[in-house]
């Protein structure tokens, strides 16, 4: 790292947009499906056939579906766990895109990541606001006693559960603010927040990551580095809305805020790049995929 905040802040907003736009970044993904939403085991745009099997999920494919599994050429019935590391090194392969298995709450799903995607193709960036220093400001970590657990909407509609460990308390705008958090494995904080410029200037909803904490509690919170969720990125992603709580009464208009695409016009400028997370306030449905809803298009 520099010295320098801002370029460390350049450097790091640079990378999100290589990442995002990488060949198995956010932006590939073309679908989620649910295993339960296909009884028969086939899944449209996907080859092979795909069942639950208890804790394990069994693939069976021909030699015609041009599948491959752990690199090899595969044909027969191999059974299957959730995917837990890098989207390419995922065990399953048909053509360059990656069938990825996951499970959540009981329930399974392959995710379609292809290169090719639409939306991939559609990206022209991350608005995000430059570095300001005044939206860097110390925080306290409080654990709570026991790691709780809430029911939140996610980007899909659905109610699945959030783990929450603790609340970060900070100081904004001359006012107290409390977000509840989660602990990641390295000890990183996760919150999942919205402010007064969500579903405006800014993506409905924004993570934000702080380093571990301190021994005492403290805690550095950059708001400079806030983190549109994957699900602005494309529909097919299910990100949890904020818990109760997390929604700030104040303006955050730091870090990240909106996807560019190209393709998703307003009328008017044909061909623009625009901010697409405001073609619909009202909904879930904007994303630079071209799935905005259309009653709520403004």
């Known amino acids: 790292m520099s010295t320098d905040p801002r ?3 350049q450097h790091w907003h640079e990378q ?19 295993l339960a939403d296909f009884p028969e085991g086939r899944i449209p745009a ?12 069994l693939l069976t494919a021909g030699a015609g ?7 090899k050429p595969f044909a027969g019935t191999v059974r299957l766990g959730a995917d837990h590391g890098p989207i390419h090194e995922s065990r399953v392969e048909a053509a360059g895109r990656r069938l990825v298995v996951l499970r959540r709450e009981g329930l399974w799903a392959v995710r379609d990541f292809d290169p090719g995607s639409q939306a991939r193709r559609a990206f022209r960036g991350i608005e995000a606001t430059p570095y300001d220093e005044r939206w860097v400001v110390p925080g306290v970590y409080r ?10 909407r996610n980007a899909d509609g659905r109610e699945r559960g959030l783990g929450l460990s603790g609340e970060l308390s900070f100081e904004l705008h001359g006012g107290e603010h409390v977000l509840q958090v989660a602990v990641e494995d390295d000890g990183t904080l996760w919150a999942v927040f919205a402010d007064a410029t969500s579903g405006r200037d800014s993506y409905r909803f924004r993570f934000l990551r702080p380093a571990a ?10 708001f ?3 983190l549109l969720p994957p699900c602005a990125f494309v529909d097919h992603f299910i990100c949890p809305f904020p818990p109760p709580g997390n929604t700030l009464d104040t303006a955050v208009p730091a870090g990240e805020r909106l996807v560019l695409a190209q393709g998703c016009p307003r009328p008017g400028r044909p061909g623009a790049s625009v901010r697409t997370a405001v073609l619909c306030v009202r909904c879930t449905r904007a994303s630079i995929t071209g799935g ?4 709520h298009v403004t």
């Not at 999100?16 to 649910?34: C, D, F, K």
């Not at 904490?213 to 950059?222: I, L, N, Q």
């Not at 905005?292 to 009653?295: D, K, T």
Request: charged share 25%; proline share 7%; with cysteine.
């Open 7 to 9: 370029q460390d802040w």
């Open 46 to 57: 996907v080859p092979g056939e795909w069942r639950e099997d208890g804790d394990e999920v």
């Open 213 to 222: 904490p301190a021994p005492d509690g403290s805690v550095t919170v950059d």
């Open 143 to 152: 654990p709570y006693e026991a790691t709780r657990s809430v029911r939140v």
């Open 292 to 295: 905005a809803c259309q009653e």
């Open 16 to 34: 999100r947009e290589a990442a995002v736009s990488s060949s198995y970044g956010p932006l590939s993904l073309s679908g989620t499906h649910w």
């Open 224 to 226: 400079n580095r806030a």
């Open 65 to 71: 579906d041009g599948l491959t599994v752990d690199g």
